[in-house]
């Protein structure tokens, strides 16, 4: 069964440092997608990035990096230079393909609470 | 604005009423999505609609109930609620399968039962 766990439930830093926020998964699937969402205290969810199962490419956005590690299941994130803004629960979330009903499962890791300290 | 809209952003009522929250997807989007948030659940998926039609079920309680228009904006209908209905109830949207691109999530709905 499909599962992603985020162990960190809750991660405090001050601000300039860098923190990664843990996420593995499992799936049977081959072909899967990866995600992680940002859920700031205003309360909405916002996409940050997708990563494919073929690409395991690491991947940099400006203070935001993404490493994808098939063979320890791991998609971790990391906040470079952390900002009192980047003060969020951060969602990991997996994706697989869609079953014979066209249905697909898409599910969230329990999140991790970031705060950085000024 | 993610172009997804949830109406209304706040809502209080009492055990065993019946409440509706209304979802607009973004434009272009055909599948809607209904999540539960709740303190001690975390983001729990409760059904999807594609085009009109029901695609997939997940912890949804025969309490709730949902549907999708002609105009694909969705509502979510709870009833009988209980004190434990109390979440943050999110719709998201998505092209023909969120599965590549992700969902775009509405700012949600805040219930609280008293």
């Known amino acids: 069964a499909q599962k992603v766990t985020q162990a960190q439930t809750e991660i405090s830093v001050v601000e300039k440092e860098d923190v990664t926020l843990d996420c593995v998964y499992e799936?049977?699937?081959?072909?899967?997608?990866l995600f992680w969402y940002k859920q700031p205290p205003s309360g909405e969810l916002v996409f940050l990035i997708r990563?494919?199962?073929?690409?395991?490419q690491n991947e940099i956005s400006g203070r935001y990096s993404w490493n994808f590690q098939k063979s320890t299941s791991s998609f971790n994130f990391t906040i470079t230079a952390s900002q009192v803004v980047d003060s969020a629960v951060y969602f990991c979330?997996?994706?697989?393909?869609?079953?014979?009903?066209?249905?697909?499962?898409?599910?969230f890791g329990t999140g991790t609470r970031l705060k950085v300290l000024a | 604005d993610s172009g997804v809209t949830q109406t209304p952003k706040h809502l209080i009522t009492a055990t065993g009423q019946r409440v509706t929250l209304r979802c607009s997807p973004r434009s272009g989007d055909l599948s809607v999505y209904w999540y539960q948030q709740s303190l001690d659940q975390g983001l729990q998926f409760l059904i999807q609609y594609y085009n009109g039609e029901e695609r997939a079920k997940g912890n949804i309680l025969e309490r709730f109930s949902a549907q999708q228009f002609p105009d694909l904006h969705s509502e979510l209908n709870l009833s009988s609620l209980e004190l434990g209905d109390s979440a943050l109830y999110f719709c998201?949207?998505?092209?023909?399968?969120?599965?590549?691109?992700?969902?775009?999530f509405g700012s949600g709905t805040r219930l609280t039962v008293v």
């Open positions: 998201a949207s998505s092209a023909s399968t969120g599965m590549v691109y992700g969902y775009t």
């Open positions: 979330a997996l994706s697989e393909a869609p079953t014979t009903s066209g249905t697909y499962k898409y599910i």
């Open positions: 799936t049977r699937d081959t072909t899967y997608y």
């Open positions: 990563r494919n199962s073929f690409d395991e």
